[in-house]
């Protein structure tokens, strides 16, 4: 598998820090929003294709979201969308992995107040597969990809996939 930018193939996915793929964080006071950076070009083999092949494919999308916290937002994952520019077909998913489901709910806590966290905002940053969470079909293709969460949706990023001949 190679890729263009060359760094999108050393970042450690599902590892929520920054990374030299990751978005520049915003500096302007009192931005919110979600921010993604993937590679432009990402080229493997018919063999990588092949689920039971020992080299699997990745599509890495790195991002940086700040959101104001919302007591009254209802709670949804943040969500991975890519559309197919020629046939129009999106393929979208939530990113949770099966191990965060916990069995239990964590204990009751005291509720705040919509006022303790008036003006505050959480965020971070993120590096996750698109392909762990979407049906995406790896053949060529050039997709759109964005991410939505807590009612924002990121700046779109086009990326091409390019099935190679295996030798």
Avoid at 3 to 25: A, I, K, R
Avoid at 63 to 86: C, H, K, Q, R, W
Avoid at 98 to 105: A, G, L, S
Wanted: aromatic content about 8%; overall charge negative.
């Amino acid at each position: 598998m190679k890729m263009y930018p060359e760094d999108f193939l050393n970042v450690d996915l599902e590892v929520n820090n920054m990374n030299p793929c990751s978005p520049p964080t915003p500096t302007k006071p009192g931005w919110r929003g979600i921010i993604i950076k993937a590679p432009e070009r990402i080229y493997f083999s018919e063999d990588e294709a092949n689920p039971s092949s020992e080299s699997s494919v990745v599509f890495p999308i790195c991002g940086f979201y700040l959101i104001n916290i919302d007591m009254d937002a209802e709670s949804t994952p943040m969500t991975l969308v890519a559309e197919n520019i020629d046939t129009g077909q999106v393929f979208k998913g939530p990113m949770i992995k099966d191990e965060e489901i916990p069995d239990e709910p964590p204990p009751e806590r005291e509720p705040l107040e919509p006022e303790e966290v008036e003006g505050m905002a959480s965020g971070g940053y993120f590096n996750t597969d698109l392909l762990t969470y979407t049906a995406l079909p790896l053949e060529s293709a050039v997709y759109n990809v964005h991410v939505e969460f807590s009612g924002m949706t990121s700046n779109a990023v086009k990326v091409r996939l390019v099935k190679e001949k295996s030798q």
